[in-house]
């Protein structure tokens, strides 16, 4: 069974930085594109940064720069360091994997993702 568990989340102010994990399990980061996504009160999920396999990747325009994405292979550890955060960063992240085989391409749309964890919530204060 494929569980994705996200830690890390926390209220900050403006400015703040904050770095998510993602422990997998019953699954490995080594086989499978893996992202982070969120979703804002009333808005729809979108994608924020993913990684493949090789290491390539992707980010959302509004977190580039900012948002730093990376894994641990051999902890099965996902993580999302956030820097310079802004109110409008506030949502629910969550942790996201899809199986081989996959590219960056579509690696920030929803519908193609195959597990998903349960969120942890980022809050930015201005």
């Known amino acids: 069974q494929v569980q994705l568990v996200e830690s890390g989340g926390d209220s900050v102010q403006a400015g703040g930085s904050l770095s998510l994990s993602c422990v997998v399990s019953?699954?490995?980061?080594?086989?499978?594109?893996m992202a982070w996504f969120r979703q804002a009160p009333g808005k729809e999920r979108e994608g924020v940064a993913s990684?493949?396999?090789?290491?390539?990747?992707l980010y959302h325009n509004s977190v580039k720069g900012r948002f730093t994405i990376s894994k641990d292979n051999a902890k099965n550890t996902l993580y999302l360091l956030l820097n310079s955060l802004k109110p409008e960063d506030t949502a629910m992240y969550y942790c996201?994997?899809?199986?081989?085989?996959?590219?960056?391409?579509?690696?920030?749309?929803?519908?193609?993702?195959?597990?998903w964890g349960q969120g942890t919530q980022v809050t930015v204060s201005s």
């Open positions: 990684i493949t396999t090789d290491g390539t990747t």
């Open positions: 019953g699954y490995t980061p080594r086989t499978a594109c």
């Open positions: 996201a994997a899809r199986p081989l085989p996959c590219t960056v391409i579509n690696s920030l749309v929803p519908r193609f993702v195959s597990y």
